[in-house]
């Protein structure tokens, strides 16, 4: 039996917020495996944001295990757990944090200097992932003269970049009109069909709904796991 891309066994995180304590996760127990495409959602509050953020290494576990691609991340220096970001997660947010000065192309492949990879090598591999999102013919184009969808799209190939293990995506269509997120949430689709693992935050039924597998939060627990 494989070994799952993602477990998390009596996972918390509490913060400590004007003298009391917040149970943002209260124990989730999670297998994910590699190529899965999941969909966490829930209610403002629920816990999916601090799941996400704990899978992303962007924050630390208070209790419980969480292994991800073969890292333990509840143990992790702080260096360590910068290198697991680099070479595991791809993160596409709701806000594209594009670089405004630079081209697509370059916003692509800024991200690959941490890898030591050569220019040249850097400048193929950005190409690569541009083309992949249909933005071949976009790449010397600044973000300011693209529209929302293009700048989400050069935002997942940048993500894609380093071919990371898992694409994780906090409500990647929020800031999109629904027909700009359904040619994204195409792209998602396409991406999983090449065996990409995808887990995406969302709130939206008809976003959540492109996801096999559905993980729904309430109250810092998985309440439901729909297949």
């Known amino acids: 039996m ?9 996972l918390t995180r ?5 003298g009391g304590d917040v149970h943002a996760l209260a124990g989730i127990d999670v297998d994910i495996e590699r190529g899965e495409y999941v969909a966490v959602m829930g209610a403002s509050g629920s816990g999916k944001s601090t799941f996400m953020n704990l899978l992303g290494a962007l924050d630390r576990p208070t209790s419980g295990t969480l292994v991800v691609d073969g890292a333990s991340l509840a143990d992790q220096t702080p260096d360590q757990l910068a290198a697991f970001r680099n070479k595991s997660v791809g993160f596409v947010f709701q806000q594209f944090n594009l670089l405004a000065r630079t081209t697509a192309l370059d916003n692509v492949s800024l991200p690959l200097i941490y890898r030591g990879m050569s220019a040249a ?3 193929a591999r950005a190409e690569d992932c541009l083309r992949m999102v249909g933005l071949g013919d976009r790449m010397d184009h600044h973000p300011s003269q693209l529209s929302g969808g293009q700048q989400q799209r050069v935002a997942i190939a940048r ?8 694409l994780l995506a906090d409500e990647p269509t929020g800031a999109l009109d629904s027909q700009t997120s359904a040619d994204v949430m195409g792209i998602f689709d396409e991406l999983n069909t090449s065996g990409i693992t995808i887990i995406l935050v969302t709130h939206e039924d008809e976003v959540g709904a492109h996801a096999k597998r559905r993980l729904w939060f309430r109250d810092g627990l998985i309440v439901e796991d729909q297949r």
């Open 159 to 166: 993500a894609l970049a380093g071919e990371p293990s898992i």
């Open 2 to 10: 494989s070994t799952p891309l993602i477990r998390a066994r009596n």
């Open 121 to 123: 090598k850097r400048k």
């Open 14 to 18: 509490v913060y400590r917020l004007g």
